[in-house]
């Protein structure tokens, strides 16, 4: 079945320690990128890769980091946590074209104490 | 650059109503617009998008959209709303930017019995 998986799905922190939500996909898709919603905000863009090695910001970047060493796979760290990180997190991948369908994970939601 | 208005972050109808949800958009080059929805504690799902071609879009569960590009507009539409339509709704934009989609705020529909 084709699908982005995402994990944990759910998970409550403490501000400062260091966290990583996995996100794999296994359509072969290049582009993958990283959303966060918050109510009233919609979803914003964090970061995006469109291949393996590369990696760009988003609307929103800031206490973020990204690697894609494999085209699967696009983890997202949070190096030092804080309070305004907790948020409802997505990952999405696609084909590298503007007409083509995004697909979703299922979200990760993140509460930092 | 782009953007996305949803006009109305409620929107509340009983079943059978005609749905309607509003969105505005703002693209420097002819746009891809798509509407996804999210129901309770689940990922985005695509319901339709329009690329090129015809102006009036038919996705799932009988939504359909009508890209007027005089009103900058792609309001989705159903003629008679069931209770399982109750979701969050999004509407989003891609550019020239290969992948970057745009979102609205969203609108959230309750339907009444």
């Known amino acids: 079945e084709a699908q982005v998986t995402q994990n944990p799905r759910y998970l409550i922190t403490v501000t400062g320690k260091k966290l990583t939500v996995t996100c794999s996909q296994n359509?072969?898709?290049?582009?993958m990128s990283w959303y966060r919603q918050d109510p009233g905000l919609g979803l914003r863009q964090i970061y995006y890769?469109?291949?393996?090695?590369?990696?760009d910001k988003g609307d929103v970047p800031e206490g973020y980091k990204v690697s894609r060493k494999e085209k699967r796979n696009f983890p997202l760290i949070l190096e030092s946590p804080s309070p305004n990180q907790t948020s409802l997190y997505f990952c999405a991948s696609s084909p590298l074209s503007s007409t083509d369908t995004q697909y979703f994970g299922p979200g990760t939601r993140l509460t930092v104490l | 650059a782009q953007s996305v208005t949803q006009l109305g972050s409620h929107v509340s109808v009983s079943e059978g109503a005609l749905v309607l949800l509003r969105c505005n958009y703002s693209s420097s080059v002819p746009p891809y617009l798509f509407w996804y929805v999210q129901y309770p504690n689940q990922g985005l799902q695509l319901l339709l998008k329009y690329t090129t071609g015809a102006t009036l879009v038919k996705g799932i569960n009988g939504f359909e959209a009508e890209f007027k590009k005089s009103e900058t507009s792609f309001h989705l539409t159903k003629p008679s709303a069931h209770m399982s339509d109750a979701a969050e709704y999004f509407c989003?934009?891609?550019?020239?930017?290969?992948?970057?989609?745009?979102f609205g705020q969203g609108t959230i529909l309750t339907v009444h019995p």
């Open positions: 989003a934009v891609k550019g020239a930017s290969y992948g970057k989609l745009t």
């Open positions: 359509m072969n898709h290049e582009y």
């Open positions: 890769s469109m291949n393996v090695e590369v990696t």
